[in-house]
């Protein structure tokens, strides 16, 4: 086994948490705008407000596009240095709870495993969980698939 594997399976099984990241209406309408999906829970704050919502919400899409920022800003040593990462998918994604304009938002992320695929390439499978602030159910959770190139 490579001293790389190595160091990098040290780290399964840990959870960690990002820093929170605010979502707010602005992150929303600029999403918005580059999905061109405008639909008015997302972007109408009057018309949301009169939904079970009760305000505009995040597009599914952008919570989990906010992963890679997340991430950035997860505390994580991983030994040597990585010359890149890039994303290589999901298993499974599920969007649990609505993320509601102005809420915070943090990546509870736990890797459970990491495999050799190439010398000096590495893929990892991590499951993550981003979590509201105040409310009990996570607004997404998901299995990401990642390589990382030493």
Do not use: C
């Not at 009760?54 to 992963?67: D, Q, R, V, W, Y």
């Not at 993320?99 to 495999?115: D, K, M, N, Q, Y």
């Amino acid at each position: 086994m490579s001293d790389i594997l190595q160091t990098l399976q040290a780290d399964i099984g840990i959870v960690r948490h990002s820093e929170w990241q605010v979502v707010d209406q602005s992150m929303i309408d600029l999403f918005a705008d580059a999905t061109l999906d405008h639909q008015f829970i997302h972007v109408d704050p009057v018309r949301a407000a009169e939904t079970q919502f009760g305000s505009t919400i995040a597009h599914g899409f952008l919570t989990l596009s906010l992963l890679s920022r997340l991430a950035e800003i997860t505390p994580r040593p991983i030994g040597p240095q990585v010359r890149m990462g890039v994303n290589y998918g999901f298993d499974r994604v599920r969007f649990i709870h609505p993320v509601r304009s102005g809420s915070r938002i943090r990546a509870a992320s736990t890797l459970t495993s990491v495999e050799e695929k190439r010398l000096n390439q590495f893929q990892q499978s991590i499951d993550i969980a981003v979590h509201i602030e105040g409310i009990d159910k996570p607004a997404l959770t998901a299995t990401w698939l990642s390589q990382l190139f030493f």
